[in-house]
């Protein structure tokens, strides 16, 4: 490959990017404290092509293929060029609606994955703690043979199908119905551990667990509050949206972390709070909101629920008990308050410095609570804007990878089962036939959540006579997945090695490969990038984006669809999985899976967005507005790019999808709507049905409930459906009606089909009904129990007994006394391995670390720089070096969790197959974090435990 000459200084690794790392590092908003103003990384100029080989040299024709890159769910846009099938070429589009020509550091090295040469390449097994070569047959063979006979000894329960964000939209809902009819709901994925606190929270407070607005939309924000968010490492296309705001709409910016991150160096206003006080200090904001009259009461009047009984929570904290609860003196807390109330609209941002805590379902609430107080929903620049981490995580979620959920969101009860049978042309019994058929605890396990990602290791380690299956976890197929992102790395280690069998299938051996322990029946299938395939990616707010295949699939590897459809032909139930989709040479039509999606996904709106309307938005993706969204002129004209979900009816109906959530100002028809009556009409003999407020052109004037074929009767609008429409909604309501009929005919009247309600405050059904604070099951602050304790053990939640006061009561804080965090880089994405494989970006950040702060530091005896060992406070511990830095407060540590391949000191480069290891190992962070999960989701808690560090 020639290499554009600048220097003999610049390395060729350098050169590759077209830009010198000083330069890239020098123009980048991202590279230090100060960064870059407004939207410098829209600039022309940032980037330049590196060219393969010059035009005399080599006359190949150029392919450009429209793509969207693999990693955050900004979702940028990539033109992608290949010659005689060899990605030569790669540009941020320049016309895309979301970046603009945009990228971070993994967006711009993206090319390499599609040729990387740490991949696994062909089928693998491990034997005798060596990897043995297997063809596609061979290794199928064995596999399905093993899982055939766990089945038939233990249940189907017993095997477990670990899914992926990673995957589009059309594997990941093959995925889902994979399991579902091998007969289980052992099935996840990454949403689990970083955002189903806020699907939970989120949704049980208005109706969608989704962000409510888009990236674009936060140009129009006149505040915007982040708490346990940073963009600037973690979405950095999305800093540049926010910077904008900033720059050209005054936007003023409210930082809250417990680490003064790249994020906070853009703030207008910057709070440090202790880990895990979250809510302590939302409730202390609103104290000073109600005290001074700031809420909007009129907003609160027409559609709110419940907000006099948050009152009486929020009274309890004055501006002494916040500070002796978050440490965040009262002239900050004010300061929050009075920026957010002076500068409406305004959203608020959380990531998984939110989300990852045993109270994580109380922390989203709080945010959507504040918003709801301030008046700021429904409204453009408003909103809750919950940024997701890979970049189909928000598809994976809505397509039911997740153990409580089929997909669409629709619950494991009888009747959603019933409704997928149907969209599935399969018999219901014939399915339900495939599910253990015990009863445990008075459910039986088809309609029963399975064991979540995050607790797998005990489906595996836990007294089988405990949990609420048949028999323990005995096989993992780890599809997609970075195991080195759970807690609890030791107990994980031992799990893996009690299991009969694990399948790692993904493109890298991940850190599943090497941390096992074992030395037989463990088995790599190498799966493709999603370059080498195409199909619908879902961006964090909602929009569906097509890609193209860029390249074939490299070395013996094979699309994930394509395994599916090998695998299942061998477990007995391949017909029924492709009964309406057609499959050609081993691959299943991705468009025949689109389509099937589309005759079910009616809760959400995933009915229409047909395969032909998301291609021409992708092939015209340079029509729509940068800030609303909205195409000008050109075949989706007055269309809002992606068909953001709920994208409502049939194609037929042509509705341009929903660009902000639970906005009256528009016609249903145009995307408007309003709070989901999710939660019944009445409480306690209270309307929960809104007041006064409506969708623009609704013909129902104040609250109405969920539409079914009886409404429609009962407003005489039932003659308005056709015959054949009136044969299937005949019994049916919105969601399980598959003619449409009645989601037409409500949207003909300006009514949203899923009800007009208020959002609720108060969330009966969880265990705090409104969110209060509870300290984490590992505090230093002892002072604070038991006044603030956590909740009792519980023996049965998702199948498995689950601790919380017996782990608080134990107090570790003398002999751990520092705070141990977590968090991301911009250089590394996930689990790691994928761009730690990658040389552009392993040779930006080379070491795993640790941030302690000075006064630690020196109290320990460490200097920057030094290796030490970090030992969390369940004996975990991991050997890292330490920076010493302001960055992090007193009694604070923090590490970056990209790392893998060392294990407690010791590497384990030597048990990767040739040639996959990864550029950059290190130890991983979560091989020192702890025990604790949110009672709602089993979210893992991350973001708050305690460690001890000591020069190694």
Not at 696 to 723: H, I, N, R, S, V
Request: charged share 25%; aromatic share 10%; glycine share 10%.
């Amino acid at each position: 490959m020639k290499l554009t000459k600048r220097s003999d200084k610049v390395s060729k690794d350098e050169n590759q990017l077209g830009i010198s790392r000083r330069s890239f590092i020098r123009n980048s908003s991202l590279a230090a404290a100060g960064g870059v103003a407004g939207a410098s990384l829209f600039a022309p100029g940032f980037m330049r092509k590196a060219e393969a080989f010059p035009e005399d040299d080599y006359n190949a024709p150029k392919v450009v293929k429209r793509t969207i890159c693999s990693h955050c769910s900004v979702g940028c846009g990539i033109y992608a060029e290949t010659q005689d099938g060899v990605w030569t070429h790669q540009e941020p589009a320049f016309d895309h609606p979301f970046n603009a020509g945009g990228h971070c550091a993994k967006g711009a090295a993206l090319r390499e994955h599609g040729h990387g040469a740490k991949r696994v390449k062909y089928p693998m097994k491990l034997v005798n703690g060596k990897w043995k070569k297997l063809s596609w047959e061979q290794a199928l063979d064995e596999v399905s043979q093993q899982v055939l006979k766990i089945r038939e000894e233990s249940g189907p329960d017993s095997v477990y199908f670990l899914g992926s964000a990673k995957h589009n939209n059309e594997q990941a809902y093959l995925f889902r119905k994979m399991v579902s009819l091998w007969g289980s709901n052992n099935v996840d994925h990454q949403a689990r551990i970083c955002h189903s606190t806020t699907v939970a929270g989120v949704a049980n407070t208005w109706g969608y667990g989704a962000m409510t607005n888009s990236l674009n939309d936060m140009h129009n924000c006149k505040s915007i509050l982040f708490i346990g968010s940073n963009p600037a490492e973690a979405h950095p296309v999305a800093m540049q949206h926010i910077l904008i705001a900033k720059e050209t709409n005054s936007c003023k910016i409210v930082v809250v972390d417990p680490r003064r991150t790249r994020t906070a160096a853009k703030a207008d206003h910057y709070v440090s709070l202790r880990p895990g006080t979250d809510v302590a200090f939302v409730w202390g904001v609103l104290y000073h909101i109600f005290n001074n009259g700031w809420e909007d009461k009129e907003f609160i009047r027409q559609r709110v629920y419940g907000m006099d009984e948050v009152r009486e929570q929020v009274a309890k904290w004055n501006p002494k008990e916040v500070e002796r609860v978050t440490g965040a003196p009262e002239d900050q807390v004010y300061q929050t308050a009075k920026m957010l109330s002076e500068n409406r609209p305004g959203c608020v941002v959380w990531c998984m410095g939110g989300t990852q805590h045993t109270t994580g379902n109380n922390n989203t609430r709080a945010y959507c609570i504040l918003e709801l107080a301030l008046g700021n929903m429904g409204k453009s620049g408003g909103g809750a804007n919950i940024f997701r981490g890979h970049d189909n995580v928000q598809g994976a979620t809505d397509f039911g990878v997740l153990s409580d959920n089929l997909p669409g969101y629709y619950g494991l009860s009888e009747g959603a089962w019933k409704h997928w049978a149907q969209v599935w042309d399969i018999d219901y019994s014939w399915l339900q036939g495939r599910f253990d058929q015990n009863t445990y605890n008075g459910k039986k396990p088809m309609n029963s959540a399975g064991i979540p990602v995050s607790r797998w290791i005990d489906g595996v380690l836990e007294n089988k006579d405990k949990i609420e299956q048949r028999d323990n976890i005995r096989a993992m197929f780890y599809w997609g997945h970075a195991v080195n992102s759970q807690t609890r790395g030791p107990e994980m280690k031992t799990a893996m090695e009690k299991l009969d069998m694990m399948v790692i299938v993904d493109p890298y051996p991940g850190v599943a490969a090497v941390m096992n322990g074992r030395t037989d029946n463990v088995y790599l299938f190498p799966a493709t990038t999603q370059f080498e395939t195409y199909g619908s990616v879902t961006a964090t707010n909602r929009s569906i984006q097509w890609r193209d295949q860029v390249i074939e699939p490299l070395f013996d590897a094979k699309p994930d669809h394509e395994i599916m459809y090998l695998l299942t032909k061998r477990l007995g139930f391949s017909e029924q999985l492709f009964k309406h989709i057609k499959v050609e040479n081993n691959k299943p039509n991705i468009e025949d899976i689109t389509r099937e999606y589309n005759k079910g996904m009616w809760t959400i709106g995933y009915t229409g967005q047909s395969p032909e309307r998301l291609k021409e938005h992708q092939q015209n993706w340079g029509t729509f507005d940068f800030t609303t969204l909205e195409a000008i002129g050109g075949p989706a004209n007055g269309e809002t790019y992606g068909l953001p979900w709920p994208c409502w009816g049939t194609p037929e109906m042509k509705h341009p999808g929903t660009h902000i959530l639970y906005d009256t100002s528009k016609t249903v028809a145009q995307g408007g709507g309003n709070f989901r009556a999710r939660f019944g009409v009445e409480r306690n003999g209270v309307s929960l049905l809104a007041d006064d407020s409506y969708s623009l052109g609704c013909d129902l004037e104040d609250g109405y409930p969920e539409f079914t074929a009886k409404m429609l009767k009962q407003l005489g609008w039932w003659d308005e459906l056709t015959a054949d429409e009136k044969v299937a909604a005949e019994g049916k309501n919105w969601k399980t009606d598959l003619s449409g009929g009645i989601q037409r005919v409500a949207i003909k009247h300006g009514c949203i089909p899923y009800g007009n309600a208020k959002a609720r405050t108060v969330v009966w059904t969880f265990p705090d009904a409104v969110p209060i604070h509870r300290e984490p099951l590992y505090t230093p602050r002892r002072d604070l129990l038991p006044e603030y304790q956590t909740w009792d053990d519980s023996k049965a939640m998702f199948r498995l007994p689950t601790l919380y006061k017996s782990i608080q009561e134990k107090d570790v804080s003398k002999e751990y006394p520092i705070i141990l965090t977590s968090g991301r880089l911009v250089e590394y994405e996930g689990g790691g391995e994928e761009t730690r494989s990658n040389p552009w970006l392993a040779e930006l950040q080379k070491e795993m670390f640790v941030e302690i702060n000075l006064k630690d530091a020196n109290d320990i005896g460490i200097r920057d720089g030094d290796m030490v060992w970090v030992e969390g406070a369940e004996k975990g511990r991991i050997k890292v070096k330490a920076m010493v830095t302001p960055r992090v407060r007193e009694g604070l540590a923090f590490l970056p969790f990209h790392f893998g391949g060392e294990f407690e000191g010791v590497s384990l480069r030597d048990r990767y197959p040739e040639g996959c290891a990864p550029f950059v190992s290190g130890e991983a962070a979560n091989t020192a974090t702890t025990y604790g999960y949110d009672p709602v989701t089993q979210m893992q808690e991350t973001k708050v435990t305690l460690c001890k560090i000591t020069k190694a």
